[in-house]
């Protein structure tokens, strides 16, 4: 019986230690996806605005490079131009709640990452997109001045 009891402390334990590294992991991945896409987007050039489109270099920014970030790490990837106090969305996998793509719509202004950005600042943590969970990674977009002219999104559904 001493055995029995042992065995199932063990399993209780191995459980518990495991769940943490879920989100953990999840969290990782948000980090490393955020990684890509600003290297795949700083090996273009420089970010920069130009009339109302963001660009990098003299790519003007297109579906590939977040349709390439997700391909790698799943979840969904967006970048953001800035308009004001607002960022839209220039390039994007998200989806609205009708299924059509969420190209042009901004974030939304309850957005726990809106303030941070407009600082200049990243924001980690969860996120609500068009009524879906993420588990998210905001960082800002900055020209050769250092302005921020938009936002780098990540997401992994919760």
């Known amino acids: 019986m001493h055995r029995s009891n042992l065995f199932a402390w063990l399993l209780a334990l191995s459980f518990i230690t495991l769940l943490p590294n ?13 990684t890509d896409l ?10 920069k605005v130009k009339g109302n489109d963001l660009y990098f270099g003299e790519l003007k920014v297109a579906p590939d ?18 308009s004001g106090d607002q960022f839209v ?3 994007t996998t998200v989806k609205k709640e009708d299924g059509t793509s969420a190209v042009g719509t901004p974030l939304a202004a309850d957005s726990p990452a809106l303030a941070k950005l ?3 600042e990243p924001f ?7 009524g879906k969970t993420y588990d998210a990674g905001y960082e800002p977009i900055k020209d050769a001045s250092g302005t921020v002219i938009g936002a780098y999104f ?3 559904s919760k």
């Open 22 to 34: 879920v989100p953990l992991a999840q969290t990782d991945n948000v980090k490393k996806a955020m």
């Open 38 to 47: 600003q290297a795949a987007t700083k090996a273009i050039g420089t970010a």
């Open 65 to 82: 490079l977040v349709n390439a970030v997700v391909k790698a790490h799943g979840g969904v990837a967006t970048l953001f131009i800035k």
């Open 89 to 91: 969305r220039a390039a």
């Open 118 to 120: 407009n600082n200049g």
């Open 124 to 130: 980690y943590g969860d996120a609500t997109v068009f």
């Open 154 to 156: 990540v997401g992994q």
